[in-house]
T-cell receptor, first 111, second 114 residues
Framework: GESVGLHLPTLSVQEGDNSIINCAYS??????FIWYKQESGKGPQFIID?????DKRQGQRVTVLLNKTVKHLSLQIAATQPGDSAVYFC??????????FGSGTRLQVQP | DTAVSQTPKYLVTQMGNDKSIKCEQN?????MYWYKQDSKKFLKIMFS???????INETVPNRFSPKSPDKAHLNLHINSLELGDSAVYFC?????????????FGPGTRLTVT
């Protein structure tokens, strides 16, 4: 399934399926992007990052894709597990030494 | 061995009071931040300090005053609390550089103003 990270939408997937979470970023000058996972009652936790000179980066079960032409970022989670249920945020850095966060997408994994 | 810690975790207070939230990081980072997360989960930067020097101060009421006694600590003092200050406040740290780098977040302080 897919979702756009606006107004905290919810993406519901079955355990074992692949998840795709999308994000539109705002600043064409942004050169560094991060995906964070926030579980209930906890602070955001780093998942994966990518610099603007790359268009794809893979981690363990996660892949981030960057399309600078349309200012779009996506997070793909393979074989989604119940422990992946959380709110996911994309964040961009415009060189100001602080991150600008997107509005988040809630991922719900159904067992 | 917590990397970024905040106290208290919960803070309930009445309008008009003054309160402080403390943050400490043991990662040796040189940059620390305060973010505010509203009820819709939107995270927004408030302040950023690098080596005890204020480098980002977003449009935040001057009732909010950050204080960095050393580069491992960044405290947030709030005067004359208002209902709209109710939110979760997160402290974060990173190892500087112009691109910000990966930021490590604390567990958050949930402030409720009644």
């Amino acid at each position: 399934g897919e979702s756009v990270g606006l107004h905290l939408p919810t993406l519901s997937v079955q355990e074992g399926d692949n998840s795709i979470i999308n994000c539109a970023y705002s600043n064409s000058a942004s050169d560094y992007f991060i995906w964070y996972k926030q579980e209930s009652g906890k602070g955001p936790q780093f998942i994966i990052d990518i610099r603007s000179n790359m268009d794809k980066r893979q981690g363990q079960r996660v892949t981030v894709l960057l399309n600078k032409t349309v200012k779009h970022l996506s997070l793909q989670i393979a074989a989604t597990q119940p422990g992946d249920s959380a709110v996911y945020f994309c964040a961009e850095n415009t060189g100001r030494r602080a991150l600008t966060f997107g509005s988040g997408t809630r991922l719900q994994v159904q067992p | 061995d917590t990397a970024v810690s905040q106290t208290p975790k919960y803070l309930v207070t009445q309008m008009g009071n003054d309160k402080s939230i403390k943050c400490e990081q043991n990662l040796g980072h040189d940059t620390m931040y305060w973010y505010k997360q509203d009820s819709k989960k939107f995270l927004k930067i408030m302040f950023s300090y690098n080596n005890k020097e204020l480098i980002i101060n977003e449009t935040v009421p001057n009732r909010f005053s950050p204080k960095s006694p050393d580069k491992a600590h960044l405290n947030l003092h709030i005067n004359s609390l208002e209902l709209g200050d109710s939110a979760v406040y997160f402290c974060a740290s990173s190892q500087g550089g112009g691109t910000g780098g990966e930021q490590y977040f604390g567990p958050g302080t949930r402030l409720t103003v009644t």
